[in-house]
């Protein structure tokens, strides 16, 4: 009987003493991808992986087992599944910018195989009835896996121990500043509540809003690149100080999304008992004023996009460890809700499809490596999030990978974006780095920019979900 050969991926060597257990059996898979470099945990190599009922079977040198399908990845960088733990898909009741069965479009086409969605939809997803109706309209017609975060407010404060545990359910998300839509818990006295009723990890949107409110004479009519005069640095490390002083008295898990200066990098780094932190393609990318120069409001975003001393400080902080994971924000507005003039303009920007050729690009250039890459957007969510048989390349789990080729250049153009918004703010770029296929639990979502099949979408598990 074959033996089938595991992989250390560092030095890709068979380990005689497998065998007799049930995994070395030999046997029919369902598919295996041949010949591709995983990247993963333990470090990278050629090797081949075999999928059985949706998970990973068997990794290593698997030229004398047979499959269903044999897909053959040689040349190509094989990663676990892409998760972006912070999108806006719109729907219900914003689906003129987008609906999750578009958003998902744009995640599998861009390499991404699951996503966490916020919960600033009409009507806000702040009740079980609510994060229901989302997981009814996402199963089986959105086309990559999903959660949804639950909105803490004011008045469901009292019921966060329950709401954190349903399925489908990514936690809490609380907006301490004002964006698109009506969640907002700006004072002391709610916030403490919120965060003291916590189970899980939450997620904080974190701008001071009565500074913000204060500041609103800042804005210049017509003027984009006021936009970061208006929402300063101080208004986002104002925040950050606030919470992570709420969650240090209550002994509380928080995620600090969208980091976008310096000073609040530098503030994270010495209080990582609490906070995990998050930072965005377009904070690493775009950089003022020259994005306003060249975009409008379509660089319009909340956070905004800073100068280049806060985007160095991002990088720094990406660089040293701070920054756990990287989430897109993709937040769709039409282009009639862009074109208005600033301040009456939308923020907001589409990101999930872009987030994985973006960021190869940056690997390309030598801004990082892939295996942090992989870090940021696989091993990260699984390690805060508690998420089940995602995140990793190892017998047992979920077969999500995300195929890319690194050599492969590319144009990033309005016209292949899936989004219904139809806009992206890299038009035009040339990248390094492309995503080629998008696999969910076994089965090819996406291949060289088309997408297979049926939607298959069902909800992302966790660990610390009863019953998950």
Known sequence: MQDVCWCRLAKYQTHSGLQGIAYTMAENYDVIYRGGTVVNHDGRAVCDIAVKDGRIAALGSLDREKAG??????????????????VHFREPGLDHKENLETGSRGAVLGGVTAVFEMPNTKPLTTTQDTLSDKIKRARNRMFCDFAFYVGGTRENVEEIPKLEQLEGSAGIKVFMGSSTGDLLVEDDESLDKVIASLGRRAAF????????????????????????????????????????????????????????????MVYLADHKDWATVEVTPHHLTLVAPDCYERLGTYAQMNPPVRDEEHQKGIWAGLRSGVVDVLGSDHAPHLRSEKDVPYPQ????????????????????????????????????????????????????????????????????????????????????????????????????????????????????????????
Request: glycine content about 10%; aromatic content about 4%.
């Open 205 to 264: 949107h974190a701008e001071d809003e009565p500074r913000l409110i204060a500041r609103k004479n800042k804005r210049v009519p017509g003027d984009p690149s006021s936009h970061p005069v208006w929402r300063d640095a101080t208004a986002a490390l104002m925040a950050t100080k606030r919470l992570v002083g709420f969650a240090e008295k209550h002994n509380k898990r928080i995620h600090v999304l969208h980091i976008s200066t310096a000073d609040e």
């Open 345 to 468: 303009s939308h923020s907001g920007m589409t990101g999930v499809q872009t987030l994985v050729p973006i960021m190869l690009d940056h690997v390309n250039a030598g801004r990082l490596t892939l295996e942090r890459f992989v870090d940021l957007t696989s091993h990260g969510p699984q390690r805060i999030f508690g998420i089940r048989g995602k995140g990793r390349i190892a017998v047992g789990y979920d077969a999500d990978l995300t195929i890319v080729d690194l050599a492969r250049h590319e144009t990033i153009e309005n016209a292949k974006v899936a989004s219904r918004c139809g806009w992206t703010p890299y038009d035009g770029k040339q990248v390094k780095g492309w995503p080629v296929g998008t696999v969910i639990r076994g089965r090819r979502v996406m291949w060289d920019g088309e997408i297979l099949g049926q939607a298959a979408g069902a909800p992302v598990r966790f660990t610390e979900v009863s019953g998950a």
């Open 69 to 86: 399908d044999i897909v053959d990845v040689a040349g190509l960088h094989v990663l676990p599944g892409v998760i972006d733990s912070q």
